[in-house]
T-cell receptor, first 112, second 115 residues
């Protein structure tokens, strides 16, 4: 079974539009994190939402978490060309304290 | 801003050779990690390290792999006898606390190409 599967695999939008990416996972979690990766670069932490939280905001980012459905969404509002990157959700499976499990990612392309 | 640094950025090696990838974590962080990403695939956990010992390791982290913190700043990943399938981007990460409580800070990665 796969932990942390993003949907869609690829998303292409125009600058100024909103981008929504979804993540599903299978096991109980302590928290869920979203990371961004520019092509060929390292991962950059965007936002962390704890299992007892339902929604969190950070700048143009909004993350929701539904533990009953084991799903999360990342919304980027008013997208910019510079937001073009891969976005990954990552979870810590139950029973593991330090092992982040990454999803397969959504490749977001924002067209100018 | 403090950052995790990794060297080399790219290494090409012959199959069967030993490789050491180096990382300097953020200085006040206590937890250190190695992840890898085969081209076009997911980022995969290899190992976590705390208090000078391995905390967790994945199935990927077999006897060919080892980690070491030889001094107060460096954190290394050694692959004893590289295989073609070890070709990947290797990311070092560090955190102040265990992953379930906080974020990981990643380096830019070391690309390993095994010929």
């Amino acid at each position: 079974s796969q932990q942390g599967e993003e949907d869609p695999q690829a998303l292409s939008i125009q600058e100024g539009e909103n981008a929504t990416m979804n993540c599903s996972y299978k096991t109980s979690i302590n928290n869920l994190q979203w990371y961004r990766q520019n092509s060929g670069r390292g991962l950059v932490h965007l936002i962390l939402i704890r299992s007892n939280e339902r929604e969190k905001h950070s700048g143009r980012l909004r993350v929701t978490l539904d533990t009953s459905k084991k799903s999360s969404s990342l919304l980027i509002t008013a997208s910019r060309a510079a937001d073009t990157a891969s976005y990954f959700c990552a979870t810590v499976p139950s029973g593991s304290a330090r092992q982040l499990t990454f999803g397969s990612g959504t490749q977001l392309t924002v067209l100018p | 801003e403090p950052e995790v640094t990794q060297t080399p950025s790219h290494q090409v090696t012959q199959m069967g050779q030993e490789v050491i990838l180096r990382c300097v974590p953020i200085s006040n962080h206590l937890y250190f990690y190695w992840y890898r990403q085969i081209l076009g695939q997911k980022v995969e956990f290899l190992v976590s390290f705390y208090n000078n010992e391995i905390s967790e390791k994945s199935e990927i982290f077999d006897d060919q792999f080892s980690v070491e913190r030889p001094d107060g700043s460096n954190f290394t990943l050694k692959i004893r006898s590289t295989k073609l399938e070890d070709s990947a981007m290797y990311f070092c990460a560090s955190s102040e606390s265990a992953a379930f409580t906080g974020e990981l800070f990643f380096g830019e990665g070391s690309r390993l190409t095994v010929l």
